[in-house]
């Protein structure tokens, strides 16, 4: 990493106007909506119409949310921890993050792929050092961060067990937020408990399933709508968020909801 965690702090905080690193406030006497970030893979990321019907998570989260907590859903296919730092779009997350806003860090799937050093982290080391630098940037700022342990993939064995596929990495980013004092969204723990209550053939009516693709990793609009409840309902278990800020938690949210806009070239 071309920073460590005490430069990036301290460049950060440097960054924070007086008054906000003061009060914690944008301005006394005004109100602005708080924005929840997401920084994660295409489990939660935005598809578009070449894509569909493939939905990530973060494309339903806000109708579990009030208007006043909307979503910025940084997102990208493909990224780890790392790759989504290397790359500076953590750094534009920053530069657009205030106080009292929120940064929400789901990231696992792709750290774990050892033949991409691009991409591979170590899960008790390299892992826990990316995360810290999303922990440490979002503090600076005001912003309160968040981490989420990765969504689970369809994988079951012969006796319709859903099996774990995320290894350390989960465990690594509970210690982690346990040391931290960041909260913690155990949406892996959480998916996995959900795929084994729907068994073998229905979760195949929540993952991208189509006449010409089997793909255990990424959602359909059911799916994303599924993993979008869990994270609501932990924001509010974890008091991230309060009573009065998320909607429709028990609620039934149509699929056509969903919608995937034209991919822009810019």
Same mark, same amino acid.
């Given at each position: 990493?071309?920073?460590?965690?005490? %430069?990036?702090?301290?460049?950060?905080?440097?960054?924070?106007?007086?008054?906000? =690193?003061?009060? *914690?406030?944008?301005?006394?006497?005004?109100?602005? /909506?708080?924005?929840?970030? &997401?920084? *994660?893979?295409?489990?939660?990321? %935005?598809?578009?119409?070449? =894509?569909?019907?493939?939905?990530?998570?973060?494309?339903?989260?806000?109708?579990?949310?009030?208007?006043?907590?909307?979503?910025?859903?940084?997102?990208?296919?493909?990224?780890?921890?790392?790759?989504?730092?290397?790359?500076?779009?953590?750094?534009?997350?920053?530069?657009?993050?205030?106080?009292?806003?929120?940064?929400?860090?789901?990231?696992?799937? +792709?750290? $774990?792929?050892?033949?991409?050093?691009?991409?591979?982290?170590?899960?008790?080391?390299?892992?826990? $050092?990316?995360?810290?630098?999303?922990?440490?940037?979002?503090?600076?700022?005001?912003?309160?961060?968040?981490?989420?342990?990765?969504?689970?993939?369809?994988?079951?064995?012969?006796?319709? +067990?859903?099996?774990?596929?995320?290894?350390?990495?989960?465990?690594?980013?509970?210690?982690?937020?346990? $040391? $931290?004092?960041?909260?913690?969204?155990?949406?892996?723990?959480?998916?996995?408990?959900?795929?084994?209550?729907? *068994?073998?053939?229905?979760?195949?009516?929540?993952?991208?399933?189509?006449?010409?693709? %089997?793909?255990?990793?990424?959602?359909?609009? /059911?799916?994303?709508?599924?993993?979008?409840?869990?994270?609501?309902?932990?924001?509010? !278990?974890?008091?991230?968020?309060?009573?009065?800020?998320?909607? !429709? &938690?028990?609620?039934? &949210?149509?699929?056509?909801?969903?919608?995937? /806009?034209? =991919?822009?070239?810019?």
């Amino acid at each position: 990493m071309s920073l460590t965690r005490r %430069q990036l702090t301290s460049a950060a905080l440097a960054a924070v106007p007086l008054t906000f =690193a003061a009060t *914690g406030t944008a301005s006394a006497g005004t109100r602005r /909506p708080r924005t929840l970030y &997401i920084a *994660g893979d295409s489990t939660a990321a %935005q598809k578009y119409a070449d =894509a569909a019907p493939e939905t990530g998570w973060g494309m339903a989260l806000p109708f579990f949310l009030h208007k006043d907590r909307p979503v910025a859903n940084h997102a990208v296919n493909g990224r780890s921890s790392k790759s989504f730092v290397d790359e500076g779009r953590l750094d534009v997350i920053l530069g657009a993050i205030r106080p009292g806003d929120f940064l929400l860090v789901q990231f696992g799937h +792709n750290d $774990e792929k050892v033949a991409d050093p691009t991409r591979y982290t170590e899960p008790w080391t390299t892992y826990q $050092e990316h995360l810290r630098l999303y922990i440490d940037g979002a503090r600076a700022r005001g912003a309160r961060p968040v981490l989420a342990t990765s969504v689970e993939r369809r994988k079951f064995d012969a006796s319709g +067990n859903a099996l774990p596929t995320h290894g350390d990495y989960p465990a690594a980013m509970r210690a982690l937020a346990e $040391e $931290e004092r960041v909260a913690l969204l155990d949406i892996q723990a959480l998916s996995l408990a959900l795929w084994q209550k729907l *068994g073998v053939e229905e979760t195949k009516t929540y993952f991208n399933w189509t006449a010409t693709e %089997q793909d255990n990793t990424h959602f359909n609009p /059911p799916g994303a709508i599924a993993v979008a409840r869990l994270v609501a309902r932990e924001l509010l !278990r974890t008091r991230v968020l309060r009573p009065q800020d998320v909607r !429709r &938690i028990d609620e039934v &949210i149509p699929a056509s909801w969903i919608t995937w /806009p034209e =991919a822009t070239t810019a």
